[in-house]
Each structure stands twice: as C-alpha cells, then as structure tokens.
C-alpha cells in the first residue's frame, strides 16, 4: 500500500451557512471562516472541505448549484474565496471543494434552457421520458418524497430529479454535458484547490431504460436505487473524469457513496484503477433504521456496528481507502445519537472519538464535533428548515400519521441536527451572528461553546487535538492492520491495530455501565504505554472498563 498525504491528513468539514457569519445578516460566510482559520489550524487540521458555496437559489443549501462558477452572494465573492485559499495554504492548509454533478439547480443556465424545447441544444443535459399511461415514467420515489418525476408543461414531457423538484438530474450519457462538468471542475484545480468531495458520485449513470422498481405493499412508489446506485457506467465515467482532470493535478477525491459495498469501494478507490481516491460510505449509519428507512428509528446495535465497521476495515486493507467519520450535515450528532449527551457528554464524546480515529481510513471532523456539540429538539415543526425532514413531515401528516410521533424520529434523525449555527461563545447566538441566525442555536451554547473548550485543557477539543497528533506520529494509525476482539460483546468495542513490531489495543466501553472483560488475548499490559485516555484517573486494570471509557495502549516490539 503506497504511502499518501491524504491518508495520513484529517479532514474538517464547514457547512459554511452554519460556520460563522461576519456580515451580520445571520447566514455564515467566507469572511467567517477566514477569522476561524487559526482555530483550525490549533486542531490540527490538514484538509478543509467546504460544502457548496456556489450560486444557488438554496432550495437544499447550496446542494442545488445554479452557476458553478460564481460564489453565492450570501456567502462573499470570489475575492474573498481566493483570499481564503491563500489563507489555508498560508497555515499548510488544503482546501477540497464540494463537487455536485449529480443534479443543478433548476435555475442553472442549462436547465432554463433545456426545458424550452424538445430540440433545444441543451435538452440533453438533462433526463426527460415522455409519461406513462398518464403518469409518470416510472414509480422511482424521490430522496426527498414523493415521485422523482415533475412534469414540465412547456414540452409536455417529465424531468427526473432524484433530489428535490428543484435539483434536476444531469444526464452524464451526453458527452457534451461530461466535457462542460470537466471544464468547470478545471477552472477550480487551476484556481489552486486541493480536490473535490464528490457528492452522490455513484448515482451519475442510470439505467437508460428506466424500469420500474418493485414497490413494497402499499407504497405508489419504490426508491428505485438498484437502477442508479453504481450503476452500468459508473467505472466508464470515473476513469474518464480521472483520465481528463484529475490526473493532470495532486487533488485528493473523496466519493460519497451510499449504497457502496468492500467490493465495490475497492473498484472505486484501488490504486491502479484511477478513478476516486477513497469512499465516503453509509453503511455504519443505518444501524440504527429499521426497514421503514432513516425515519424507522430502532436501537443502536453495537454488534451490529462492530461487524460492519470491521468488514470495511478488514476488507479494504492493502486495496482500498475509506473515510472515517461520526458526523456530518446530513447526520445526527454523534453524542446524542451512539453516547450519552448528558451526565457523561464529554466522556462519551471522547470515547467515541477514539473508537474512530485510531481505525484505518481518513478521519473527518464535522464543525462542533470536536467541541462535543448535541442534537437540538425544536418544540415546533415550523423551526425547521431542511427540505428532508419538511417534505417528509408533510407527506406523513397528510397520511394521517400523528405529528408528535414524527416530530420524534426528526428529533433523532432530522439533518437540522447538526446545522445549528457553530456554538463559539456564550454571547448573544453563541457568537455565530450578531444578526438573526437562519435557524436557531442549540439552547445549551452557553455551556458547550468553543472558547469554553479552549480554556479547559481537558475538553474535547484538546482530546481531538491529540488524537490527531498521534495520527502523525505514529504510521501504524493510518497504515497498520486491523483485528476486533469480543465480536459479541454488547458494550464494550475492542481492537487492535499491527504494523511491523509495533501494536495498538484499543478498549472502549460504550455504554455507562462498568464492563469487566477477560484478557483474551493474553495481553501484557505491564509492556505498553497509554497511548491515549479519556480516564482521570490511574486505574490497576486495564479490563475493567469505567463507564464510556477509552483507553489505547501502544505496544513497541
Ligand atoms: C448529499 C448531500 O450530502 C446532501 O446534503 C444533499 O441533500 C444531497 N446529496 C443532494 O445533493
């Protein structure tokens, strides 16, 4: 396995609407992240992706980009994204940037003109089907409910959005839509980016036939993914992107990949077939769906999460490279969600953190992770701002289902869990805006803030630090094997990591209870160091686990 810097960085990620705002108009922007950069750089942090700051009429934030080579205007202009490029590269900071081919806006330039006429030149830059037996062309559902077709007056015909209504899909068959998306993703590497995290990337090529998908009883429509998950010219068009772009530069590519399996991931991300360097997969964040989906809540299952975690880094080494993370804009907060976010938060979160970072892959931070931010409960529905959870409530009470069990599942899952603004300080918004914030703060930010965690020399934020500095002291984090121990213990994740004659034993308790576990593997504590703990104090046995304790020990030859 050949050495990388982007295997041995870790990554932060900004959701910029919800970073810092300078201007006071209540919406994070660029100046903001430019007065934060210090603040990362004391972390540790190598890579920053930053989600979409594009053009876009923000029907889901940014995620629908109606000119990809302009800056949003809520967010500053292209001068101030180039000063904060210079910025990042001044502290030996990378920059990847969001990269979202899947689908435009539908106000994107191509789309108004597309959706004039049959014969328009840009018709084919996007999916249109004639209906069927009056409906639409098929019963594909929707990421964000209801059918994946809108029907179009002008031409008479249906536009796929696998997305919103207002997230039109590209059609990737037409080389000519291909060879605009290479042009402009250019036009970002030759301004000086590090690399692009590439949303949705494994839903770019459909089956051109676009059959209709089994629906479950009772549904009118089915999700339609084994038509579009990875589908029949996906390596076709990756290689081809690889091959125009992206080998002409020392760019970092992470795909995000729902769906993705070992298998697939290491046709993805292997070294000699030039396509992405890593995956950005889901797997470990459905453990807690039933089959209902994301909005099924069930209990977390820590066996559950153990074999796939372990599949993924046992089936992955030497071939391929994953991500690594807890958190990001579309998922719960880690602590609410796998730990304890009351007696036990900064415990837990600490647990949690080294469970994670001490495994293959690449780490990546997401704003407030590492000050131990919460999942947030809104008291009313219309303090909600994501198209997601807002889509999903109308469809559930227009079926009669009751709005106080929905509000339940969106306080556990909702994606505006981890969009509450950046919590910096215990002034007026946490210190986010001095303007009216977009969607409102975390009640707890006088508490939990960043300058809170930056005055305890034990908070979280300095255990990140840590963790993140053994990263690059130690090649056996992000190049040693991987083996799990007590597969079947509910509590307790334990594993170890090799790498020539050095070892790492990693024992985390994930529960609040005390956990006593053999020493199966006839471990000989008494030789090792503590590499890194979250325990106060000294402990005579490292097999007696204090509730949500981790401890590594670091065993040298
Ligand atoms: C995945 C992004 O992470 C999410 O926020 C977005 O809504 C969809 N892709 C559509 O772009």
Request: charged letters at 30%.
């Amino acid at each position: 396995m050949t050495k990388q810097w982007w295997k041995e960085s870790v990554v932060y990620q900004i959701y910029p609407r919800s970073f810092m705002d300078s201007n006071r108009d209540g919406v994070g922007d660029i100046r903001g992240i430019i007065s934060k950069l210090d603040y990362l750089k004391e972390l540790g942090i190598d890579v920053v992706w930053l989600s979409p700051v594009y053009e876009s009429p923000n029907d889901d934030n940014g995620y629908d980009i109606s000119n990809y080579k302009k800056i949003m205007d809520e967010f500053g202009s292209m001068d101030d994204w180039e000063e904060m490029l210079e910025e990042m590269h001044q502290r030996d900071m990378r920059l990847v940037m969001d990269l979202v081919v899947n689908h435009s806006s539908d106000e994107h330039g191509w789309f108004v003109e597309s959706r004039k006429s049959k014969d328009n030149p840009y018709r084919d830059y996007y999916i249109w089907r004639e209906g069927k037996d009056g409906k639409e062309p098929n019963n594909w559902e929707s990421v964000f409910s209801g059918s994946a077709w809108e029907y179009d007056e002008t031409t008479e015909e249906y536009f796929l959005h696998l997305f919103s209504k207002k997230q039109p899909d590209l059609n990737w068959e037409n080389p000519k839509l291909r060879q605009g998306l290479y042009d402009m993703m250019k036009f970002w590497l030759d301004k000086g980016i590090d690399g692009f995290r590439m949303d949705v990337i494994n839903f770019i090529s459909k089956v051109p036939t676009f059959p209709d998908a089994p629906s479950p009883e009772g549904k009118t429509y089915a999700s339609g993914h084994e038509y579009f998950m990875n589908g029949p010219r996906i390596h076709e068009f990756l290689k081809e992107m690889n091959q125009e772009v992206l080998s002409h530069y020392d760019a970092m590519t992470v795909g995000e990949m729902p769906g993705v399996t070992p298998d697939e991931a290491v046709l993805y991300t292997g070294e000699d077939h030039n396509e992405v360097n890593m995956v950005f997969q889901f797997e470990h964040m459905d453990v807690d769906s039933g089959p209902g989906g994301k909005w099924d809540v069930i209990p977390f299952d820590l066996v559950k999460l153990k074999t796939i975690l372990t599949k993924w880094q046992t089936e992955l080494h030497g071939k391929g490279w994953n991500s690594l993370y807890w958190n990001n804009h579309d998922q719960p907060r880690i602590v609410s969600r796998l730990g304890d976010d009351g007696e036990y938060r900064e415990k837990s979160a600490k647990m949690l953190a080294t469970l994670l970072h001490l495994m293959q892959g690449t780490p990546y931070i997401y704003q407030g992770e590492e000050i131990g931010m919460t999942n947030v409960r809104f008291s009313s529905i219309e303090e909600y701002k994501d198209i997601e959870t807002l889509n999903m409530y109308r469809e559930k009470v227009a079926k009669g289902i009751d709005p106080e069990e929905i509000m339940k599942s969106i306080y556990v899952k909702g994606r505006d869990n981890a969009r509450t603004p950046m919590q910096w300080n215990s002034g007026d918004h946490g210190g986010f805006t001095e303007g009216n914030p977009w969607i409102a703060i975390n009640p707890n930010y006088k508490e939990i803030n960043a300058e809170e965690a930056l005055k305890d020399s034990k908070s979280i934020y300095y255990y990140y630090q840590k963790l993140i500095a053994l990263r690059k002291e130690h090649e056996i984090i992000p190049y040693g094997s991987f083996e799990l121990h007590y597969a079947d213990h509910p509590s307790v994740y334990a594993y170890t990591r090799a790498y020539g004659n050095e070892k790492i034993l990693v024992l985390c308790n994930v529960s609040g209870e005390k956990q006593v576990i053999e020493n199966v593997a006839s471990f000989d504590i008494k030789q090792a160091d503590v590499l890194i703990t979250n325990e106060e104090n000294n402990k005579d046995d490292a097999f007696t686990l204090n509730p949500w304790e981790a401890t590594a020990y670091y065993f040298k030859g």
